[in-house]
């Protein structure tokens, strides 16, 4: 099975900050990579799909990078509602784990 | 709007089972498919399976198998799983995800979630 691994583990952040997250998988999967953010409570959020895509209604802020191994989540301006935790998801096929996750927090 | 709804939390006791349940409204029930996913407290998310919606074929995490039961009830747009034999361990929150088919370009991600569905294991 494809492992997934994301760093850092936790950043902390001020607003207006640039923050980038990277994530790594095991074997290529092309760019069936999609990216989430969960907020405590509450369920998770699709944020980017297809690598690069950027779901309908998420703030272009938000943008996606990569393919074959090597992801990057970047956030151009980092704003008081994004302090959350972030998911890589490999989504190519079954089983399609999870990255451990990033958690932004305030600096 | 398009929403999945989740039943509502569960205590159970060590041994027994439990059965969770997502109903889908706003769209085409059988156009995609549903996916369950798990987060224990203060842990990450945990891929547990798929179902089809079109055709109940069914794919589960290798630590699962035998465990857990995914279905659909496409007369009332209602996804179910049953988890057996619940241990401790299996205390988390539950949530279905809606996966749009391969065809719609959004490459095996999960565009809409229900609200999560607490599970509490204790004896």
């Known amino acids: 099975d494809i492992q997934m691994t994301q760093s850092p583990s936790s950043v902390s952040a001020s607003v207006g900050d640039r923050v980038t997250i990277t994530c790594r998988a095991s074997q290529a999967v092309g760019t069936w990579l999609a990216w989430y953010q969960q907020k405590p409570g509450k369920a998770p959020k699709l944020l980017i799909y297809?690598?690069?895509s950027l779901q309908s209604g998420v703030p272009s802020r938000f943008s996606g990078s990569g393919s074959g191994t090597d992801f990057t989540l970047t956030i151009s301006s980092l704003q008081p509602e994004d302090f959350a935790t972030y998911y890589c998801q490999e989504a190519n096929s079954f089983p399609s784990p999870f990255g451990p996750g990033t958690k932004v927090d305030v600096k | 709007q398009v929403q999945l709804v989740q039943s509502g939390a569960e205590v159970k006791k060590p041994g027994a089972s439990v059965k969770v349940s997502c109903k889908a409204s706003g769209y085409t029930f059988t156009n995609y498919g549903i996916s369950w996913v798990r987060q224990a407290p203060g842990q990450g998310l945990e891929w547990m399976g798929w179902i089809s919606a079109y055709n109940g074929e069914t794919r589960y995490a290798q630590k699962f198998q035998g465990r857990v039961t995914m279905t659909t009830d496409t007369s009332t747009s209602t996804a179910d799983m049953e988890v057996r034999s619940l241990r401790s361990d299996d205390t988390a929150v539950y949530y279905c995800?809606?996966?749009?088919?391969?065809?719609?370009?959004?490459?095996?991600?999960?565009?809409?979630w229900g609200q999560g569905t607490m599970v509490t294991v204790s004896s």
């Open positions: 297809g690598a690069s």
């Open positions: 995800a809606r996966r749009p088919p391969n065809s719609s370009g959004y490459c095996g991600a999960f565009d809409i």
